[in-house]
Nanobody, 121 residues
């Protein structure tokens, strides 16, 4: 059983910063891609940023230059440093792990429970 637990959300003023963390637990050998998605009311879930085991990153255009994704492969943990936050960044942020290698097989698309980020103007 692979579980993702997020932390670090909250309320911040526009221009401020927040750091999200997500730790994967269970019998895990490796995780190919870890990252973050977000969903606002009435909108579809969208990619924010991801990182592969080898360090390759992918960012949504709307967060490039403001958000930084990083990970600790040894701890199966991914982080999202969010700077220069804007009200339009307000959303529930979900951690994602894809290509999770365990003793029982390889699994795709595991999700955390989500953490609320609210940016006030």
């Amino acid at each position: 059983q692979v579980q993702l637990v997020e932390s670090g959300g909250g309320l911040v003023q526009a221009g401020g910063s927040l750091r999200l963390s997500c730790a994967a637990s269970g019998r895990i050998f490796s995780i190919n891609v870890m990252g973050w998605y977000r969903q606002s009311p009435g909108k579809q879930r969208e990619l924010v940023a991801t990182m592969t085991t080898g360090g390759r990153t992918n960012y949504a255009d709307s967060v490039k230059g403001r958000f930084t994704v990083s990970r600790d492969n040894a701890k199966n943990t991914v982080y999202l440093q969010m700077d220069s936050l804007k009200p339009e960044d307000t959303a529930v942020y979900y951690c994602n792990a894809d290509g999770v290698q365990t003793p029982w097989g390889r699994y795709g698309d595991r999700w955390g429970q989500g953490t609320q980020v609210t940016v006030s103007s």
